[in-house]
């Protein structure tokens, strides 16, 4: 570590409930007024119920451009179909990373399993030379989400980036993520080393860890500084945490709902578009 500097906690922001979709409830972190852009992640909901009601509903057909869209299941499954034809469910563990590019209308209807129904979803921006690119999926099936077993008892699936020389299954992307399900015994520590071009955040969801800062709880989202690693130890109780990073991009960001520009104008050309049915 001879020169290497660690990432400090430079804001901390505790996920506010909501509902999303056709009255699904989750919790969401980055996308609320407090935190609404951490360059390029647009938003991180979590949602988890073991009551129907509460999530039975879905998502709807909507439509999505000039943005990627991951889900990431924990517990129970996803149904997913999109305007072009494309069919298929995501199960525990699974990850599907879809560039929605010029225009995709999809619709994703969550199921329980054993009882549980609980994941993630985050958005990450595309940069403008990318956001008019044809739609494209990667759907990951839960056994090909590598793990990676620490010398501490913590474990550590790769969904994107690399570990201890573990490469994810998601490729290709333009920002060059990085997407890691970290569970680490209590009292434990690892230090994450994190391409120093990338922003990093980091959103503890079972049990709690300090990240530099003094105990982070569950359903808090942190954001870090430069640096080449990120330090954490966890609680007395163990913790289980999402590490994302991804190379920042650094352009003018204009939202209108499902859709995410560089301009006003792109924003009213993509509803027009959506409603002459050019988009998917």
């Known amino acids: 570590m001879e020169n290497k500097k660690i990432r400090e906690v430079i804001k901390v922001f505790k996920a506010v409930n909501t509902s ?77 990373w879809m560039t929605a590019g010029r225009g995709v209308i999809h619709s994703e209807m969550p199921m329980q399993d054993e009882g549980l129904m609980r994941g993630f979803q985050l958005w990450v921006n595309l940069p ?27 474990l550590i699936r790769v969904v994107a980036g690399e570990v201890e020389n573990t490469k994810g299954p998601v490729e290709g992307i333009v920002t060059e993520p990085v997407y890691l399900d970290v569970q680490l015994p209590p009292q ?32 808090h989202a942190v954001a870090f500084s430069w640096g080449h690693f990120v330090h954490v130890k966890a609680g007395k109780n163990g913790v289980r945490y999402l590490l994302i990073a991804a190379h920042p991009i650094g352009e003018p960001v204009f939202r209108g709902g499902p859709f995410v520009m560089n301009t006003r104008d792109e924003i009213i050309q993509a509803y027009r578009d959506y409603d002459d049915g050019k988009m998917g």
């Open 20 to 96: 999303d979709g056709a009255g699904v409830s989750l919790k969401r972190s980055i996308g609320m007024p407090e935190i609404s852009y951490v360059d390029p992640f647009l938003m991180l909901d979590e949602f988890g119920s073991d009551i129907p009601g509460q999530y039975i509903a879905g998502f709807p057909s909507h439509p999505h451009r000039g943005f990627e869209t991951v889900t990431y299941m924990l517990n129970g499954s996803v149904r997913h179909e999109d305007s072009v034809g494309n069919v298929g469910e995501l199960h525990s563990g699974g990850v599907q």
């Open 128 to 154: 403008k030379a990318e956001k008019m690119r044809e739609p494209r999926y990667q759907n990951i099936e839960p056994n090909d989400v590598p793990e990676v077993k620490l010398s501490n008892g913590g």
């Open 188 to 219: 434990a520590e690892y230090i994450h080393y994190t391409p120093a071009a990338h922003n990093v955040c980091s959103y503890p969801f079972e049990g709690s860890a300090d990240f530099g800062s003094g105990q982070i709880e569950r359903s």
